[in-house]
């Protein structure tokens, strides 16, 4: 079965702090590929970044910076100097090849970043 | 370029009505699909469609029906509708055959039922 975890509930952080989500997947196939949503207090989901399971690398997006690794079924994000604007609801989700094509989310973390 | 198009943003119903969430999208996107997002609970697959008359249930199917007639809609009917379905929808669409491809999420409908 597929799974996605995302043990914080809920961080709160000061501007200009570092945060970093955690995200957990599980899955026995080899072919898959892993995103992360933003969901800001207006509630669109907004589109982070897509990583298939073939890539490790690293990826920096101006303060956004993602860690996959697969030893430990981890993609984690990163969020350098936080600003007030990042506090959302993030979630990290797992896609398939093959199937439903669906997106297996998991539950988000509510990121509040105070003034 | 509208991307997906959710209507209506709010609704609410008295239990046992029924009605229809309508979802459009004009990227030509051969995928879509409905999920329903509760606290602390994610988002959770309703049905989804692979093409323009082919749809399958989801995560959580009972009490919606769906029906894909053309590429570009994808409504989803709440037949008898509970309090248990009252939950924020959000209908998304994606384009290829892979997973690579991530979703293009509509900005939602809130519904409530009473």
């Known amino acids: 079965a597929q799974k996605v975890t995302q043990a914080q509930t809920e961080i709160s952080v000061v501007e200009k702090e570092d945060v970093t989500l955690d995200c957990v997947y599980e899955?026995?196939?080899?072919?898959?590929?892993l995103f992360w949503y933003k969901q800001p207090p207006s509630g669109e989901l907004v589109f982070l970044i897509r990583?298939?399971?073939?890539?490790?690398q690293n990826e920096i997006s101006g303060r956004y910076s993602w860690n996959f690794q697969k030893s430990t079924s981890s993609f984690n994000f990163t969020i350098t100097a936080s600003q007030v604007v990042d506090s959302a609801v993030y979630f990290c989700?797992?896609?398939?090849?093959?199937?439903?094509?669906?997106?297996?989310f998991g539950k988000g973390t509510k990121l509040t970043v105070n003034p | 370029n509208a991307g997906v198009t959710q209507t209506p943003k709010f609704q609410v119903l008295k239990t046992g009505q029924s009605m229809t969430l309508q979802c459009a999208q004009d990227m030509n996107h051969e995928y879509m699909s409905w999920y329903r997002q509760d606290p602390g609970m994610g988002l959770r697959l309703i049905h989804y469609s692979v093409g323009a008359g082919i749809t399958d249930q989801g995560e959580v199917p009972n009490g919606y029906n769906v029906s894909r007639s053309t590429t570009e809609d994808f409504p989803l009917r709440l037949l008898s509708a509970a309090p248990s379905q009252t939950s924020v929808y959000f209908c998304?669409?994606?384009?290829?055959?892979?997973?690579?491809?991530?979703?293009?999420f509509g900005s939602g409908t809130r519904l409530t039922v009473v």
């Open positions: 998304a669409s994606s384009y290829g055959q892979g997973p690579g491809y991530g979703y293009t």
């Open positions: 990583r298939n399971s073939f890539d490790e």
């Open positions: 989700a797992l896609r398939l090849r093959g199937g439903s094509e669906k997106l297996v």
């Open positions: 899955t026995r196939d080899t072919t898959y590929y």
